[in-house]
Each structure stands twice: as structure tokens, then as C-alpha cells.
């Protein structure tokens, strides 16, 4: 439980870290300090390895992969497959991907109920951006109320069901 916690946050950063340079959003320093100082021992020899292409960091992705795979590797010592637990390591980390958007979505959601100024709050905004605007051009707004913010945690509880159900075998 403990692995799978410090694999949780250790990854998530790990995908934060890459959703923010695929989609060229400068983080304000307090984040871009704590991202950078908690990943850069597994990104920066990563990179030696697997370099940038097309503008997107893949060691930061792969680095996400590689903890997701070193949690999930556990199950091989519990009598699992090889083959299993990289199914497995690959469910987890969709869901992990999955789970980081919705994150996001919820932190929108409450700096826009509590204090829509906050300092981090286009931080925020900037990351969920790519991911509400396809939604924003379908749903209008109710009333001077975006609905976005909900239609895309829906859409991301059906990508989850989905996803669940592809690896269950359903």
C-alpha cells in the first residue's frame, strides 16, 4: 500500500510533468521547483535514452510507465504472469492518465466555487484547456453556466468504464 502510494504520486507528477510541456504551459515556480526536483532523477537519464520528438518530452511519460511497471511488478512475486502484469501496468497507468484529468477538472471546478483569482488557478485553467475546449464548442452555456467541466468528468467516468471493461474482458 505504501509502494503503490508513493508509485501514485511519483507517477502523477510524472504525467503532470509531460502534460505540461506537450501542451506548453509554463508552471508557476512552486510547481515547476517540485515537478522538476522530484522527477529529474529518472527523466534527465531517461532522456539520454529516449530523447524528445515532436515537441513532446517521452522520458517523462516513459518514466510514468517504468513506475507504474515497478508497482505493478509486485503481483510477479504473488504468482502472476509476466504478460499479466504488463497488461496490468498498462490498465493502471491509462487509469492513472484518466485519474490526472479528472484531478484537474476537480481543482478547476473549486478555485472557480472558492477563489477563481488564486494564484495557481490559470495554472489550472491552462492545463485543462485543450480538454474543455472540443467540450465548449458542443455545450453551450446554460444560463452564463459552464457545463464543460461536467460533460468532460462524465466523458472521463465512460473512458474509465471502458477501459475497465476492455481489460476485464467484457
Do not use: C, K
Not at 513506475?67 to 499479466?84: Q, Y
Not at 488564486?118 to 457545463?147: H, K, S
Request: hydrophobic share 60%; glycine share 6%; no cysteine.
Amino acid at each position: 500500500m505504501i509502494v503503490d502510494a508513493i508509485a501514485t504520486l511519483l507517477g502523477g507528477v510524472l504525467l503532470l510533468r509531460f502534460w505540461m510541456q506537450a501542451i506548453r504551459v509554463r508552471p508557476p515556480s512552486s510547481v515547476a521547483q517540485f515537478t522538476f526536483t522530484l522527477s529529474d532523477w529518472l527523466v534527465r537519464p531517461l532522456r539520454r535514452i529516449v530523447p524528445g520528438v515532436g515537441g513532446y518530452d517521452w522520458a517523462s511519460l516513459i518514466g510514468a510507465f517504468l513506475i507504474v511497471l515497478a508497482a505493478t511488478s509486485v503481483l510477479f512475486f504473488a504468482g502472476w504472469p509476466w504478460p499479466a502484469v504488463l497488461l496490468m501496468a498498462f490498465q493502471r497507468f491509462l487509469e492513472w492518465i484518466l485519474y490526472g484529468f479528472m484531478a484537474l477538472l476537480v481543482i478547476e471546478a473549486i478555485f472557480s466555487w472558492v477563489n477563481p483569482h488564486a494564484p495557481l488557478a490559470p495554472f489550472v485553467r491552462a492545463l485543462n484547456e485543450p480538454i474543455l475546449r472540443p467540450i465548449r464548442r458542443v455545450v453551450p452555456l446554460v444560463g452564463n453556466l459552464d457545463l464543460s467541466l461536467l460533460v468532460a468528468l462524465i466523458l472521463l467516468q465512460i473512458a474509465q468504464l471502458l477501459l475497465g471493461m476492455a481489460f476485464s474482458g467484457r
